[in-house]
């Protein structure tokens, strides 16, 4: 009888620790606001930080400066993780987004004409849930989009699409980062014109820090 007692006691402590694995699993599938996988598994750089980027010559040279600034603002953003480092300026080598090995911020002249509304598009290239390379494209299609460069948030005008709050939007998809309905965040799907979103929202820094 007592050995009987004992062996229900392993079963249960067996049962315990299964169940407790399948907690530990199902919680490493929680989305956090990232792409997922087929295996639901978030697709990120994981500790291949900084995610080194190049800024291609395409890219008029005014627009270096916020760049600099959202790239910057990330890095604040993370207590311990530099999460980008800008490696090259006036980088040459294919005009367009293509699968190279370098991430690569682009100037795009000409748009697929579908998404001609879009201000720009960041492509990841993963493997299982590790992120190889992270490509930004912004459409500078002709007469499509303004752009303000500067730092003055009161100096843009109405028709203007603020470049640093794009960039700090594209450079959050680079991580790996995905759309987010929540107010004030930086990873809301549209940008309106005329207005400046420089700062990333409490959502935002939850959703970094549950992966980075
Ligand atoms: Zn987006």
């Known amino acids: ?3 009987r007692g004992f062996l229900s006691f392993i079963t249960l402590v067996i049962l315990a620790l299964l169940l407790q694995a399948c907690g530990r699993g199902f919680e490493a599938q929680e989305a956090c606001n990232f792409l997922l996988n087929n295996n639901s598994q978030r697709v990120s750089w994981k500790a291949r930080l900084p995610v080194r980027l190049h800024i291609h010559q ?3 040279t005014q627009y270096y400066r916020p760049i600099e600034l959202a790239v910057e603002h990330w890095n604040q953003s993370h207590p311990e993780q530099k999460l980008f480092e800008i490696v090259g300026y006036g980088t040459t080598g294919s005009s367009r987004p293509t699968r190279d ?12 004409q579908p998404h001609s509304r879009e201000q720009g598009r960041t492509t990841l290239h993963w493997a ?5 390379e992270a490509d930004i494209a912004i459409n500078a299609e002709p007469g499509r989009h303004s752009f303000y460069a500067g730092d003055e948030e009161y100096l843009m005008g109405p028709h203007q ?3 640093k709050s794009l960039m700090i939007h594209e450079l959050g998809h680079a991580l790996g980062m995905a759309h987010m309905q929540s107010p ?13 979103r420089r700062e990333l929202g409490e959502a935002d820094v939850h959703s970094l820090l549950c992966e980075y």
Do not use: E, K
């Not at 090995?101 to 697929?112: A, K, P």
């Not at 004030?184 to 400046?196: D, E, K, T």
């Open 184 to 196: 004030g965040s930086v990873m809301s799907p549209y940008l309106a014109s005329g207005v400046s």
């Open 161 to 163: 699409v603020d470049f």
């Open 58 to 60: 395409s890219v008029p």
């Open 1 to 3: 009888m007592r050995q």
């Open 101 to 112: 090995g370098h991430n690569v911020i682009y100037w795009l002249t000409t748009w697929d």
């Open 128 to 132: 299982g849930s590790q992120i190889l």
